[in-house]
């Protein structure tokens, strides 16, 4: 029997994460084995007159695909697919791995060429800038493990965390991207970190269930190269199944000088694949009022309500620092008390301290406020 859940976030997902509407088409992919929710999506694909096309992979079948291919196989796969993405409309990517470590087999030569020429095209050039998409993990048991919880209590956090109102979560969301729009300056301190940069005459988009999912995030970019100064990320974030700790950055006119983690050496292989890997595309704040804890998975550590992001990499067309990568990597530092606290400032002018939004104008960004049964 379907679990109700099931149904109500596949027409989510249809009718508001990615507004699929009549006539259009959509591409839904699945990396795993997970079909339920992939067969939900493809019916409500169709109960709004929309065309769905759909696409499995196999972790272990793709994983030997990257491993044996060189660069220009790895171009030629990625044109077929490449033509296919450019057709649609909309895309759902349903992330369902069964083992996070599951290419750890794969040379790091291989995932470089994966990135550079499979990812990055394909996904961070197009999908990313000309669909409208929605990027999701699925609740199951190697996720559980992940969180460090059963699964009946990782499916429940999922979601809640997937479906709290996003509606009100937008209202909220639009001071802050006022302020952001009139802001030059902005300085983050907290333990390891004392860091400065630009957003001037960037825009800035506030996510409330129309992209990752769960959202939850207001993003801009810094200008390329304003970024000075150190900081110290406090997440753990796998990339290409390995679990990077500690890691630390200083930064010169914009461009990572050093680097260190539990991994250097790989960290600065990944830093190296193109010139944009060291400079910074995404600027974003965590505001998800139901995730306030790491579980070790990207798409929900960087919606950490008292968190922000600042990613190495790419920047999205929206909004654009003129940084193009192959690599995108959403490096998270929380500000909340029992992770070190810390603030942040716009023009000199304190907007959020240990995680908590401090201007009055903002504070309905507070969880409190925005789990509050009270508009």
Excluded at 152 to 160: C, G, L, S, T
Excluded at 253 to 269: C, F, L, P, Q, R
Excluded at 299 to 326: Q, R, V, W
Aim: net charge negative; hydrophobic share 35%.
């Amino acid at each position: 029997m379907e679990d109700p859940r099931i149904r109500k976030f596949a027409q989510f997902l249809i009718r508001s994460a990615v507004g699929l509407e009549k006539g259009e088409k959509i591409l839904i992919e699945l990396h795993g084995s997970e079909t339920g929710l992939m067969k939900a999506l493809v019916q409500e694909a169709y109960a709004v007159g929309g065309k769905p096309f759909v696409h499995i992979f196999d972790y272990a079948v793709e994983g030997a695909l990257v491993q044996g291919a060189d660069a220009e196989h790895m171009e030629e796969i990625a044109s077929y697919e490449l033509a296919r993405m450019r057709d649609m409309d909309a895309y759902i990517d349903i992330r369902a791995t069964t083992n996070i470590s599951m290419w750890h087999n794969v040379s790091d030569e291989a995932q470089k060429r994966y990135r550079q020429y499979y990812w990055g095209p394909i996904h961070l050039a197009e999908r990313c800038n000309h669909t409208k998409w929605s990027v999701l993990r699925y609740p199951n048991d190697a996720m559980a493990q992940l969180a460090g919880v059963s699964t009946e209590e990782y499916e429940d956090f999922y979601f809640r965390a997937c479906l709290v109102d996003y509606d009100k979560m937008g209202r909220a969301m639009q001071p802050l991207q006022d302020l952001m729009a009139r802001t030059d300056k902005v300085r983050i301190v907290a333990p390891g970190t004392d860091i400065t940069f630009s957003i001037k005459g960037i825009p800035s988009f506030g996510m409330h269930g129309n992209r990752n999912i769960p959202d939850g995030e207001i993003y801009t970019s810094p200008v390329k190269d304003s970024v000075n100064g150190h900081i110290t990320y406090n997440v753990p974030s796998p990339y290409d199944g390995f679990l990077f700790r500690d890691v630390y950055l200083e930064f010169r006119d914009g461009k990572i000088v050093k680097a260190t983690s539990n991994n250097t050496d790989y960290m600065n292989e990944i830093l190296d694949i193109d010139e944009g890997a060291r400079y910074i595309g995404e600027f974003a704040f965590g505001v998800n009022p139901e995730i306030n804890h790491p579980i070790g998975d990207i798409l929900f550590d960087e919606k950490i309500a008292g968190s922000f992001h600042l990613t190495p990499g790419n920047s999205y067309d929206n909004a654009s620092n003129g940084n193009h990568s192959a690599v995108h990597w959403d490096l998270i530092q929380i500000q909340t008390p029992e992770y070190g606290g810390g603030e942040i400032w716009f023009d000199d002018v304190l907007i959020r301290k240990d995680g908590l939004f401090v201007l009055d104008e903002l504070k309905c960004l507070n969880p409190e406020n925005l789990l509050s049964s009270e508009e």
